[in-house]
C-alpha cells in the first residue's frame, strides 16, 4: 500500500465549478500536510500547509482529520488558471525532512 | 523564484553511463533534499544532505549517490544507469533539515536514458 494515495483523475470540470481532491496517509507518525502544486514540465510550488482546524486561502480550503488519516482540498469558483496536476503531501518532523508525495490528482478547468 | 536552480536543464544518456546532476540552494538554506519524479508519478525521496552529511535517504540503490559543498550546493550521481532512471530529478532546499520548514524545489533536470 501507498504510503500517501490520491485519486489520480483525471479530474474536468467546468469553470466556475467546484472541485474537491481527498487524499490518506498511512503513517500515522506524519505530522505536516500539504498541498502542492505542479504545473505541465514545471517543478512542484506549495499551495498551502494543511492544519488540523482546517485553512483557507481565498477559493482554497484544506481539512485535515487526523483521526481518519484524510486531507482534503476544495476549490470554490475554479478559473482556468487552476489547471494543473494536485500532490498531497505527508512529513515527519522528526528526522529527515524527507517529504512523501501522493502520485498526484490532474485537474483541467474547462471554459 | 525559488532561488533553486539547478543544471543542466535536460540530459540524454545511454544505458551504463554515469551522469552528475547539480543543483545550488537557496540563500541561507543548509539542507539540500534531492527527488526522482517518473512519468505521471508523484516525487519520490532519493536522499538528503545537511551541512555536507547525508541526512536520511529513501529506497534507492548505493548507484544514486551524492554530495553536498561547504556553499550547500549539491550534486547528484547516478552510475551504470537503467532505462528506469529517466524521470525529472527534482532538489529542494530549506533552512534546516528539520521542523516544519518548507521546502523549496528547483526547476528539475529531465533525464533520458536510451
Known amino acids: 500500500r501507498k504510503e500517501v494515495e490520491q485519486d489520480p483523475g483525471p479530474f474536468n470540470v467546468p469553470e466556475g465549478a467546484t472541485v474537491a481532491f481527498n487524499c490518506t496517509y498511512s503513517?500515522?507518525?506524519?505530522?505536516?500536510f500539504f498541498w502542492y502544486r505542479q504545473d505541465c514540465r514545471k517543478e512542484p510550488k506549495l499551495l498551502m500547509s494543511?492544519?488540523?482546524s482546517g485553512n483557507e486561502d481565498g477559493r482554497f480550503t484544506a481539512q485535515l482529520n487526523r483521526a481518519s488519516q484524510y486531507i482534503s482540498l476544495l476549490i470554490r469558483d475554479s478559473k482556468l488558471s487552476d489547471s494543473a496536476t494536485y500532490l498531497c503531501?505527508?512529513?515527519?518532523?522528526?528526522?529527515?525532512?524527507?517529504?512523501?508525495f501522493g502520485q498526484g490528482t490532474r485537474l483541467t478547468i474547462n471554459p | 523564484e525559488t532561488g533553486v536552480t539547478q543544471s543542466p536543464t535536460h540530459l540524454i544518456k545511454t544505458r551504463g553511463q554515469q551522469v552528475t546532476l547539480r543543483c545550488s540552494s537557496q540563500?541561507?538554506?543548509?539542507?539540500v533534499s534531492w527527488y526522482q519524479q517518473a512519468l505521471g508519478q508523484g516525487p519520490q525521496f532519493i536522499f538528503q544532505?545537511?551541512?555536507?552529511?547525508?541526512?536520511g535517504r529513501g529506497n534507492f540503490p548505493p548507484r544514486f549517490s551524492g554530495l553536498q559543498f561547504p556553499n550547500y550546493s549539491s550534486e547528484l550521481n547516478v552510475n551504470a544507469l537503467e532505462l528506469d532512471d529517466s524521470a525529472l530529478y527534482l532538489c529542494?532546499?530549506?533552512?534546516?533539515?528539520?521542523?516544519?520548514?518548507?521546502?523549496?524545489f528547483g526547476p528539475g533536470t529531465r533525464l533520458t536514458v536510451l
Open positions: 529542494a532546499s530549506s533552512p534546516t533539515s528539520g521542523g516544519t520548514d518548507t521546502q523549496y
Open positions: 503513517n500515522s507518525a506524519s505530522q505536516s
Open positions: 494543511v492544519y488540523s
Open positions: 503531501v505527508v512529513k515527519k518532523s522528526q528526522g529527515a525532512q524527507k517529504l512523501v
Open positions: 540563500s541561507g538554506h543548509n539542507t
Open positions: 544532505y545537511y551541512r555536507e552529511e547525508e541526512n
